[in-house]
T-cell receptor, first 112, second 115 residues
Framework: QKEVEQNSGPLSVPEGAIASLNCTYS??????FFWYRQYSGKSPELIMF????GDKEDGRFTAQLNKASQYVSLLIRDSQPSDSATYLC????????????FGTGTRLTIIP | DAGVIQSPRHEVTEMGQEVTLRCKPI?????LFWYRQTMMRGLELLIY????????DSGMPEDRFSAKMPNASFSTLKIQPSEPRDSAVYFC?????????????FGPGTRLLVL
């Protein structure tokens, strides 16, 4: 079992709709959770991080964490063509450790 | 700030040759990370340093790989001898770790092709 799992997609969403990206992780003791966006041929860039159960909102992005279900998701509201990218979920297992374990990413395409 | 700088941006070499990748972290950042990204395995952490000291090298695939950080502004990742399966994009990232968890800022990557 992979430590961090994501559906590779591609996930196609109409412009203006909500895109929902999901991630599960295997280490129940994981402490910190991150969403990175990676455009084709570019490097990853951090969108959001979340530590506590519940929702965290930042503009059009909402991260949701459910530690009991070992599940973290990213919602993108009012999807734009510029949101088309691969979204990487990453987890840090031990607080104070900086080692990020990444999922293989979900490729998102926003259809105009 | 110029961001994380990596060189070369592209490298094509033949199997058996030595490859050296270079990274200059963002000034003031005290943690540095080396990642490898492939289609099959995704983005994997190879090694990371804090204050120039290697903290976790469990991701280094084998003895052919070595990494150094002689000072706060420079790190190298060396592959000797290189093999075709080493072909990947290698990213360097840095973070201004003070306490807790800090954002990792990625460099543009080095695209390595081993023939």
């Amino acid at each position: 079992q992979k430590e961090v799992e994501q559906n590779s997609g591609p996930l196609s969403v109409p412009e203006g709709a909500i895109a929902s990206l999901n991630c599960t992780y295997s280490d129940r003791g994981s402490q910190s959770f991150f969403w990175y966006r990676q455009y084709s041929g570019k490097s990853p860039e951090l969108i959001m991080f979340i530590y506590s159960n519940g929702d965290k909102e930042d503009g059009r992005f909402t991260a949701q964490l459910n530690k009991a279900s070992q599940y973290v998701s990213l919602l993108i509201r009012d999807s734009q063509p510029s949101d088309s990218a691969t979204y990487l979920c990453a987890v840090i297992s031990n607080f104070g450790n900086e080692k990020l374990t990444f999922g293989t990413g979900t490729r998102l395409t926003i259809i105009p | 700030d110029a961001g994380v700088i990596q060189s070369p941006r592209h490298e094509v070499t033949e199997m058996g040759q030595e490859v050296t990748l270079r990274c200059k972290p963002i000034s003031g950042h005290n943690s540095l990370f080396w990642y490898r990204q492939t289609m099959m395995r995704g983005l994997e952490l190879l090694i990371y340093f804090n204050n120039n000291v290697p903290i976790d090298d469990s991701g280094m695939p084998e003895d052919r790989f070595s990494a150094k950080m002689p000072n706060a502004s420079f790190s190298t990742l060396k592959i000797q001898p290189s093999e075709p399966r080493d072909s990947a994009v290698y990213f360097c990232a840095s973070s201004p770790r003070t306490s807790g968890v800090e954002t990792q800022y990625f460099g543009p990557g080095t695209r390595l092709l081993v023939l």
